[in-house]
Structure formats: structure tokens, C-alpha cells
């Protein structure tokens, strides 16, 4: 874990006129893509996450790394609902063996996943505070030539590798 202050994004480095900015040249270059669920996705989380890809690929703000972050995201919100649902079902004091009362499982659990999905919406700059924090992409244009230039240099490595005997992943002796 690093220590100390996050770094200021070059964007602010550059509004600033700070030398800094232009020392950042390895930083990623994605463009903004309409993202599609993924197929292990429940089917009940998948609404939520159709309506969040069309909100951050609106935004600009959606690139093809960040498919599995909206997953998290649209699965937090869907448990979110459910215990929500039963807070109000049933409360926010469960029963115990002994007679007693306690917290509710769901009202914790809500409490936990409330923080998390404010975690979620920070990382694509979905509230007004965190705006400001994100750089919005350049919509992407499906370029099916790049596509098939990926898929031909993978399947060229795999038959070098296998020409050569030697197999990236290998049965354990």
C-alpha cells in the first residue's frame, strides 16, 4: 500500500500550469465504449447494469478495463435493493435465540453495501463532488480490423509456443 497523498491528476497539473504535467507520459489512453454485462452476471443485476453503462458511457467516463468495477457496482446496488426491501419488511431489529433483539443482518449489510456503492459512483464520477476528479473519453468507434489483428497475433503466439513445446500454463508434475 502506498503512503502519503494520492497524486494529482495531470489534467489539474495542467490547468495549473505545473511543470509536473508533462512528466507523465505512460499514462493509459482509453476511449469511452458502451459496455455489455457480462454473461455470469445474475439476471436480476443486469437491468441496473444496463442502466449505469448507458449513464457512464453517456458521460463519457466508460472504457472496455472498466466492465468488471460496473459489475461490482450494478451486484452492490441489487443487494442494496434487497436489503432495503426487507429492512422495511421486517425492520431493523431481528430476533435472537435467547428472546433478546439485535441488528438486523440486512440493515448491516446495508449499511455496508451503501458505503460501497458511494465508492462505486466516486470511480466513474457519478455524484458532483467527484466530477470534478474524472476525465471524460473519447467515444470509441468499433474498429473490427483491430479486432481481428488482436485475435490473429494471440493465435500466432499460441502456435509458436506450441511449435516450441513450451505451454504458457503447464499440469503441475
Request: proline content about 6%; aromatic content about 8%.
Amino acid at each position: 500500500m502506498k503512503r502519503g497523498p494520492k497524486k494529482t491528476p495531470t489534467k489539474i497539473l495542467q490547468m495549473r500550469g505545473s511543470w509536473r504535467a508533462g512528466l507523465r507520459t505512460d499514462e493509459p489512453r482509453l476511449s469511452a465504449v458502451r459496455l455489455g454485462a457480462p454473461a455470469w452476471l445474475a439476471a436480476e443485476a443486469k437491468p441496473t447494469f444496463e442502466s449505469l453503462a448507458d449513464i457512464v458511457y453517456g458521460m463519457g467516463t466508460s472504457s472496455s478495463a472498466d466492465v468488471f468495477a460496473l459489475t461490482l457496482l450494478a451486484e452492490s446496488i441489487t443487494l442494496y435493493q434487497k436489503a432495503t426491501a426487507d429492512v422495511v419488511a421486517n425492520g431493523c431489529a431481528a430476533a435472537t435465540k435467547t428472546g433478546g433483539t439485535k441488528t438486523s443482518a440486512w440493515l448491516t449489510a446495508r449499511v455496508a453495501l451503501f458505503a460501497e456503492i458511494s465508492r462505486g459512483f466516486s470511480w466513474f464520477g457519478m455524484t458532483p463532488s467527484d466530477r470534478p476528479n474524472v476525465t471524460a473519453l473519447p467515444h470509441a468507434v468499433p474498429d473490427d480490423d483491430a479486432l481481428e489483428a488482436i485475435a490473429h497475433n494471440y493465435m500466432r503466439e499460441f502456435h509458436e509456443r506450441e511449435k516450441r513445446g513450451k505451454r504458457k500454463y503447464q499440469k503441475p508434475a
